[in-house]
């Protein structure tokens, strides 16, 4: 469907820049946030009607959505971007607006997926959880809706009817609930939460790592002591609070950089290079610094190195490793250290094979598990196992080799 700059104007009123058309699919609702608004075509627009048809009925057709820029009114600077879904409500053509997120609309989940073994519910814990549903169940002959009152509707009219009679009369409090669970319900109730207490114990959990900061916080934190100024009634400054020259705190300092910029990964520090090209707020580093790292412990064990970089090659790896796993990029991590084992444990000589046993294996340095990042697909046994040595293709294509010898000389004796 391809609409004129024009054709959008009469339909949607300048309140909205076409961006692109994609399938629904690829604009999934779990990149949506609430609340959902409704636009129809305004009725004292000429022709707004008829194209808005003729757009929904292609877009419903071809199963697509469309992106868009949002401003909510005339001049406004805050605008949104926005999926629009067409339907046809009421035989109304329309569509249904939703706000896109963003990046920073995101936010990373606490526990890890329900997926995954370790965090997968017991037998014991399911059926606790199934007595509870199943206590808060109210019986049918205990309670029927078809013969309950409103207790609320009940009351308007029954004020209503009281007030014809009567224009004194005050309105009654509500009545008690109609229904109320026996006792042995609230025993059953509360026996079954006690065994979910027991089950499912609660942890405060402390924070671990380095933490996010926002610029919002760090403005709250800004208290009036540290602009100790006097006024007076134009709002000239009559004198500073001590005494001396007033100092103004500048509120965007947070946002300023005095650091020198690190835009690469050197050999001399590679570990606080590293953290240093992640930590940049001005831009994203995050593959430049990756890529940096994995290239100098390639170095490190390489023919250039030897034993006396083993140490600097281990804290390289661990801090890839943490780096990775902060920015939810395990995936990257995995595919390095698993082509970092074939290259060590190959027959190359340029990799030195006992850094592998002596470094590796010895500090448990492993893939990241989905316990640990969602994102990936190794589970923890998985991790164990990547850990024992193997031999190489080539080791193992001569090992069957010589079986296949010792077998023909055993035959032939």
Same mark, same amino acid.
């Given at each position: ?327 939810? !990029? ?6 390095? $250290?698993?082509?970092?084992? =074939?290259?060590? *444990? #190959? %027959?190359?000589? /340029? ?38 040595? !193997? ?6 294509? $001569?090992?069957?080799?010589? =079986?296949?010898? *010792? #077998? %023909?000389?055993? /035959?032939?004796?």
């Amino acid at each position: 469907v391809r609409l004129t700059k024009r054709q959008w104007v009469i339909i949607l009123q300048l309140h909205f820049k076409y961006s692109f058309f994609a399938p629904k699919n690829h604009v999934g609702i779990q990149f949506l946030k609430s609340p959902v608004d409704c636009v129809v075509a305004r009725p004292d627009a000429p022709n707004a009607n008829i194209a808005m048809i003729s757009l929904v009925q292609a877009m419903l057709r071809k199963g697509n959505v469309a992106v868009a820029r949002y401003v909510g009114r005339k001049n406004a600077k805050a605008a949104k971007l926005v999926r629009l879904s067409p339907a046809v409500t009421n035989q109304v053509p329309c569509f249904y607006m939703c706000e896109l997120a963003c990046l920073h609309d995101f936010r990373d989940y606490e526990f890890p997926s329900l997926d995954s073994e370790s965090q997968r519910p017991s037998q014991n814990q399911v059926d606790a959880m199934k007595r509870l549903i199943k206590s808060f169940t109210i019986d049918e002959e205990d309670f029927k809706p078809e013969n309950t009152a409103n207790p609320v509707i009940r009351r308007f009219y029954e004020t209503v009817h009281q007030r014809c009679l009567d224009e004194d009369y005050k309105i009654p409090e509500i009545e008690q609930p109609p229904f109320v669970p026996s006792e042995t319900t609230l025993l059953n109730i509360a026996d079954n939460m006690k065994g979910i207490t027991r089950l499912f114990p609660l942890q405060v959990a402390s924070p671990t790592g380095k933490q996010k900061e926002f610029w919002g916080a760090y403005l709250d934190e800004v208290q009036e002591e540290t602009v100790t100024r006097l006024f007076d009634k134009d709002g000239k400054i009559v004198r500073a609070k001590d005494g001396g020259e007033a100092k103004v705190a500048d509120p965007t300092s947070w946002f300023k950089d005095d650091k020198p910029k690190v835009n690469a990964v050197g050999n001399v520090h590679p570990v606080e290079d590293f953290w240093a090209m992640l930590d940049r707020r001005d831009k994203d580093m995050f593959q430049d610094a990756v890529d940096g790292i994995s290239k100098h412990i390639l170095t490190f064990l390489g023919p250039l190195g030897g034993p006396e970089y083993f140490d600097k090659a281990l804290n390289c790896i661990r801090a890839l490793r943490e780096g990775c796993l902060k920015n939810s !990029q395990g995936n990257n991590f995995n595919a390095f $250290l698993t082509q970092l084992k =074939d290259d060590l *444990l #190959s %027959d190359d000589a /340029d990799f030195s094979e006992e850094f592998w046993e002596a470094k590796i294996q010895t500090n448990s340095i492993t893939l990241i598990t989905e316990d640990e990042d969602m994102t990936c697909n190794v589970s923890q046994k998985d991790a164990e196992k990547f850990l024992l040595k !193997q031999e190489s293709k080539s080791k193992q294509e $001569l090992r069957k080799a010589l =079986d296949e010898d *010792l #077998s %023909d000389l055993s /035959d032939m004796d």
